[in-house]
């Protein structure tokens, strides 16, 4: 007989790691094992507040609280030791600290309100004055400088609030990275955030003479130090992990590694452009991942393309090298308002607010498919209803923030029929809009032949099967060579 034995090594516990998501309106928390399967996940509402039009802002003090909590909610069943790593992804929002890193209002009278959101676009103006200027960096960002973007919210807050924020103002960061520098204490931006919304462009780094040309000369101070002086790739280990506060907050232990994060839609696209795909007779399966898009599709949506050699299209963000994929060039389509679109149409008729607690996006799929009665398809439904869906302008490719919303085939009717169409020719105007954004991107040079979809829209059946019938032509149905693949994320 053989002799007894403490615990073997392979009896040791298992170990986790978690990554944290914050979204637009929502910090989400998973805990994963070290093979990738899901254990546990929570979610935590965050505040939005809009002091005017087109101004939207957020406090990094509560986004940090909850991801806190979230984060203390997934790993309540298990040891602290059991978890190896975190990793943080979030939207591309400002986030303005003074030099004791503590919150600067970027409203007025706004208290901790220190967050200046992706989707605001009060430096309109300023983004068109900085595309006015011709400089060499807006080739890489489709030609035409978006609002969306960082060079014009900080040109606004110069301009707008030099005295409560801008003289105030120490360190400048994309959210992700501000939450990394909460994690760590280490103020190292990822190469995801500084390449795809500040213009930062490496090997070479800063271009000085962009921020000159715009005003923006305070800036090159301390070797860029309020907008970043170190850099590393996406997922690189940061400092030394989690700090002792940091550790306190999240429940976890000190010294935990943390790998510098991504953006939210970047982090969606890693994930599903690269998913395995063997077994489902997909026409990508045997092509290289560069013959993938992903769309990442929940409040707005983001359309990533990625490519061997910088390709340039215009309107379209873009190319970045490393941004999202390791040494692979990305292109980054994108529609501002898709979710948020489709609940501001539902949720602005009639019939919506007599019938609200009844009427999800689920029933009025099947509302359409008791419309179409097996008769027709639910797609020819809305042949007299068209929506032109830039309500909150055009991202790509015709990359005009001023254009706006339109819907044409109205009646006086106000039914829950008229809602369903309502809601069918939104989804469809968005779906139209990818193709657009699709066509663009082949012209440049992309060779794309399956479209994949992660986010919160991507759990919709009928929102996934008219984009693949709206990004399917003629010649490509009859040859079999593109799809559409849903990964709910």
């Not at 390449?195 to 962009?210: H, I, L, N, Q, R």
Request: aromatic share 6%.
């Amino acid at each position: 007989m053989c002799p007894l034995h403490p615990a073997l090594p392979h009896m040791m516990a298992e170990v986790f790691y978690v990554g944290v998501d914050v979204g637009t309106a929502s910090v989400r928390a998973a805990l994963v094992t070290r093979d990738g399967l899901l254990k546990s996940t929570s979610e935590e509402p965050i505040s939005i507040w809009e002091p005017q039009s087109d101004h939207y802002v957020q406090s990094s003090t509560e986004i940090w609280d909850k991801c806190c909590t979230v984060v203390k909610r997934v790993t309540s069943g298990i040891e602290r030791s059991q978890v190896r790593g975190i990793g943080f992804d979030a939207t591309c929002s400002l986030v303005v600290l003074d030099q004791n890193f503590q919150p600067v209002p970027v409203i007025q009278d706004g208290n901790e309100k220190n967050v200046v959101m992706w989707m605001d676009h009060r430096a309109a103006e300023q983004a068109a004055r900085i595309t006015d200027t011709g400089h060499g960096v807006l080739t890489r960002v489709g030609g035409v400088m978006s609002p969306e973007m960082q060079p014009p919210k900080l040109l606004w807050l110069k301009e707008n609030l030099k005295e409560s924020c801008w003289n105030k103002a120490a360190h400048f960061l994309d959210l992700p990275d501000f939450l990394s520098w909460k994690a760590t204490g280490c103020l190292t931006r990822s190469l995801c955030t500084l390449v795809c919304k500040w213009t930062y462009c490496p090997p070479d780094g800063w271009d000085a003479s962009f921020w000159t040309m715009i005003g923006l000369e305070d800036l090159l101070e301390n070797n860029f130090s309020k907008i970043g002086s170190v850099t590393c790739p996406p997922g690189s280990p940061l400092g030394d992990g989690l700090t002792q506060e940091a550790a306190a907050d999240l429940g976890l232990e000190p010294t935990t590694a943390v790998g510098a994060s991504l953006i939210d839609a970047h982090a969606g696209g890693l994930g599903v452009i690269g998913a395995d795909v063997k077994g489902f007779h997909l026409p990508c399966e045997d092509q290289p991942i560069t013959s993938r898009m992903a769309m990442i599709c929940g409040t707005s949506s983001c359309h990533m393309a990625i490519s061997q050699q910088p390709l340039f299209v215009p309107g379209v963000w873009g190319p970045y090298l490393s941004a999202m994929v390791p040494n692979l060039w990305l292109n980054e389509g994108g529609q501002s308002a898709t979710g948020r679109l489709i609940d501001h149409m539902v949720k602005g008729h009639t019939a919506y607010t007599q019938l609200q607690e009844q009427i999800q996006q689920s029933y009025l799929n099947n509302h359409l498919s008791l419309m179409a009665n097996s008769h027709s398809a639910v797609d020819l439904l809305g042949s007299s209803l068209h929506v032109w869906p830039d309500f909150h302008g055009n991202r790509s490719p015709l990359a005009d923030p001023t254009l706006k919303g339109m819907v044409v085939g109205l009646s006086f009717s106000q039914t829950v029929d008229d809602l369903a169409l309502l809601y069918l020719a939104t989804v469809q105007a968005l779906a139209l809009g990818t193709f657009h954004i699709l066509e663009a991107m082949k012209e440049a040079g992309h060779d794309i032949r399956t479209l994949f979809l992660c986010g919160g829209l991507s759990k919709n059946a009928l929102f996934v099967q008219i984009h693949a019938n709206a990004t399917v032509s003629n010649k490509q149905e009859k040859s079999n060579h593109s799809s559409v693949s849903s990964h709910s994320a």
